[in-house]
């Protein structure tokens, strides 16, 4: 009987791909997945520490559980990811309905563990008598016995940064992302790829070098064959991951295999005032340019080539260069600046000045801005708010730096300090709570009304739409209508296919895509509604920019044949964070 797993993602994108990663290693080993935690015999939480918020959120869902498993001591619960590498075992300790602890370095050791737990669990569950009281303190010992952990534990502590080869103990979690599963039917017409694992930079607070390791380069063939079995299988848009994307570089010459599989490299330390382009040049080196034209040229069949995110710092003009020659690139950069203040950028350990940044913005919109062929450059930023010692004339300064680098949108967050940051053990977090409050506040209606401004600018053009699902709009008025027993004929069929539909879910695999980089659209072949209520379904998708376009499903036209495609999408205004517009194609619709 397999078990069933319920598997929950908090934070980036790269802890997205290593949950998918997971998922797809326990089901080929018999493994079944729920959406539903009630229903699950194993719940694992992929965690973030970056924020605080989130870090709170898996202690509360971890205390729900604990009441659980006085009742279910057979359940097996999991904490994998940043969380798991900072806490330690004193998670376990603090929650001992924790029985398998998994830092970010060592998925690949997560199916022992969990066949391991699930076995202790097993046998602590047949030794626990009788349901017990509802209050854990007042239970009495051989009760309490089924609140013990199973104690499985792989993290890995600071080993990687001790080892100076990598390759001599073989890169076990390389195997993860080699060992993926691509179904046809299993995939929303993206796909992220990793290219780079953790990071060097020490930002002051920042846990990910702490958590994810030192920075390492995964080989390009393996990234390529990945790219192209993604394609094989109806991939359309595929990003590249990396803490610092842009730092990719692998040397041929200094290439290690182990059991027939190359070992990725740890990427280099750079000196302050090192020439970065210099030292990546070389023949026998793939550089982040060489990477993204392999890509490009060697897999057509991926229509969108995306990557996040890159630091400001060390950003050639080879890549951008390459962008700008390849169609198929997407002309969208993630770039955080963090600070509009010279001094908070010190403090943050950055490595740049805000004119260097600016600078660099200026220069990657020179190469890729050209809205009069259909393809502006557009970027975004993330900006943190109220660090350490920031003053009011550092926070206008931020002010300043989101009018002049004119982000689409911006990610702005309060500080909040991460314990093991080097801002956490140095640096007071002196600025009051309500302060850094009203300067989120006001940063944020500033990046308001940029990014609509921004968006007005793609007013009366057309431009290419890959369509992710039914708008968050319609499908919660799918849901309610469904939950309610209103709506058009086949609403209850449709509701439950809007599910799968929606941005967040799965869809059906896309379409082949014409030369013309425009997916053929398929006839309608399911007789889906195209309206609830009296009212077409709204469809959401992004730009090559990455903007986000609403626009309705044409009468007579299953919206559920366009998700998966790139569609042309003519703009009629911009509201907001996102462009609303009509589909511009009318043959075969
Ligand atoms: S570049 Fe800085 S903020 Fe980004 S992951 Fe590395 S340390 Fe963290």
Redesign the pocket.
Known sequence: MPLDVYLETFGCQMNELDSELVSSQLRALGYRFTERIDDARVVLFNTCSVREHAEQKVWSRLGELAVRKVRQPELVVGVLGCMAEREGDGLMKRMPVVDILVGPAELDKLPALLDNAVRTRISLAIDAPAPPPPEVDSLPSFIKKSLVSAGQIALQGTSSRRSQTLAAAGDQLELLDLSRATSPDDHSGSAYVRITRG?N???T??V??FTRGAEIHRPPEHIVDECKRLADAGIIEVTLLG??VNHYRFEHGAAVTVDGVTQPQKGRVYRTGEDFADAYAGERVTTFAGLLKRIHDEVPGIQRLRFV?S?PKSFGNDVLQVIRESPRICRYLHV?AQSGSDRMLKAMN?GYTVQEYLDFLARAREFLHQPEIGRPLTVAGDIIVGFPGETEEDHLATAELLRTARYKNCFIFKYSPRPGTTAYDKLADDVPEETKRRRNNELLKLQLEISTRVGEEFIGRTMQVFVQGVSKRDSKRRAAEAACGTGSPGVESWASRGVALSIEGRVAPSTPVSAAGVAELKTPSEDLPNEMGGLPTQLSGRTEGDLIVLFDAPAGRSPESLVGQIVPVWIESSKMLSLMGRLAISAGV
Do not use: I
Request: glycine share 0%; with cysteine.
């Open positions: 990071c930079k020490f930002c607070y920042c990910v070098p803490q610092t995110t630091y955080p950055r």
